[in-house]
C-alpha cells in the first residue's frame, strides 16, 4: 500500500513538473462593433488552436482563478488526462477597495474564496455587457455573517466590489464558461486570492489582519497546484474543508464529521509542505524588520490616471497592488499610518460640520440671524445741531457759552490779609432746605463744586479770580 501510495505522489510531481504551459497575449483581438449577438460570440481560432496543442476539447471543464494583486484572472480548461492546464491569463480592468475578502454590503470589497458559478449566474442582459454572478455569499460567508449582494465578474471596466474585465475580454470568458457549460459541466470553480500563495508573499504578508483566513484558503491553493484539479470544496465549523473524506454531510455552522485525506493526496502534500517551509523560513530571513505596505484603492487609480483620459466617466481602471504598494519598514510604516489617521479624522470632522451647517440651515434655503452683541457698545450721541446766524450778527460778538475766564494770580500775602474778612454763610432754614433750588442755581452750585479746591489745596495754589469782560467798540464789527 505504501509503495502504491509514492507511486501515486510521483507521478503527481511528474505530471506537475510537466505543465510548462504557455500563454495566449493578455490582450484580446476581438471587435466589439463587429459582434451581431454577443451571448453566441465563438472563441477566435488562435484560441481554438492553442486548445488542441494543449489537448483541450473546446467545450472541456474550466476554472477561473483570480489574483487581487497583481490584477489577473486566469482561465483553466481541462485536457484529455482530466488535468488543468492555463489556457489564458486576462489583465483585470477594476477592482474596488485592498487586499482582503468582502464582509459586509458597502465596503466596496472584492470577495475572496471559493465560489461555485452555475449557468442560472450568466447574465447576458447586465448594464456591464455581460456579467457573471460569483454567487456570493457562499456556504463560509454565510455562516460566518457576512453579507453582500450582485458580486459579478462583469464588463465595462467600473468596479464597487466586482471584478470588472473590458467588454472585449467579458465576451470571450463569458463564451469559455458558456461552453463549457455545454460540454456538460455542472458548475465552474471560482478561486479568487488576494495574491499567489507562494512562501515569500505568504512571508510579506505575515502581518496583515486577514493572515488566518488566507492560511486556511492556502490549504485548497496548494492542492490545485499539486493536483492541477479544482479541490472539493465543503464547510463545517465555520471553515473552508478541502478535498475530505467525510463519515457524514457538512453542516457549515456545525461540527464536522470525522474527516480523513486520501492517502495518495496526504503524501504529495507532505512533500509539498516541507519544501515550502524551506522557502519561508528564507524568505522570513530576507524580510526581517521590514513589512508590506498595502496600497488604496485611490493610490492603485493614481498610477493608471493617464489610462483615464479621453474615455467616459465609468471607465475607471485601477492599477495592481504591486505596484503601488512597497517594502517599508515597520517604524516608517507606522509612521505613515498615523498620519493617514490624522488626515482621515480631519476629512470626517469636516463632512460632519458640512452635515450639521446643511441642518441648521436647512440645506442652504434658511441663513440662521446671528445672535446680538452680549457686550454692552457705547451710545454715540448725535451732534446737536448749531442754529445758523443771522446777518445781524456780524455787528455783535456773542460770548462763548463755555469761555473759561482769564486767571488772576493771588500773592499768599494777599490771600492772608483776606482770610479774616471771610465769614460763616448764614444758616439755611427748614422751609429753604426742602424748597428745591432752581435749574440755574443747582448747574451754578455743580460748577463752583467742581471747580472749587479743597482747602490744603488753597494754601498751596494760586488763587483765580474771574476778571470782568471789556466792552467791544461798535465799530470793530469784524471780530479782529
Known sequence: MRFWNLLASAAIVAALAGCTNETLDATTSVDIKSVRNKTEYQVSAPMVKKMSELGMQKQAPIALRIFKEEGTLEVWKANTANRFQLLKTYKICAWSGKLGPKVKEGDRQAPEGFYPLFPRQMNPNSNYYLAINTGYPNAYDKANGRQGTHLMIHGACSSSGCYSMTDEQMIEIFALARDSFKGGQESVQLQAFPFRMTAENMARHRDNPNIDFWKMLKVGYDQFEVTKRPPEVNVCEKKYVFNQQA?????????????????????????????YQTDYDKAMKKYDGMVWYEPSEAERKAIVAKQRVGRELAYAPTGNSLDAGKMMKASDLEKKIALQKEAEETKQAVEIQKKELEKATDGGKHVPVPAANPIPQPVMQAAVEQPKK???????????????????????????????????????TAKQAKAPAPAAQQQAAAVTTATTPSADAAAEAPVMTEEPPKKRPFWKIWGN
Open 247 to 275: 463519515s457524514g454531510p457538512f453542516n457549515p455552522g456545525g461540527q464536522c464529521p470525522a474527516m480523513s485525506t486520501p492517502p495518495a493526496l496526504q503524501v504529495a502534500m507532505a512533500s509539498f509542505e516541507k519544501s
Open 390 to 428: 443771522s446777518f445781524w450778527s456780524l455787528f455783535f460778538k456773542s460770548e462763548p457759552e463755555l469761555q473759561m475766564p482769564a486767571p488772576v494770580v493771588i500773592t499768599p500775602e494777599q490771600q492772608a490779609t483776606a482770610a479774616p474778612q471771610t465769614q460763616a454763610a448764614p444758616a439755611t
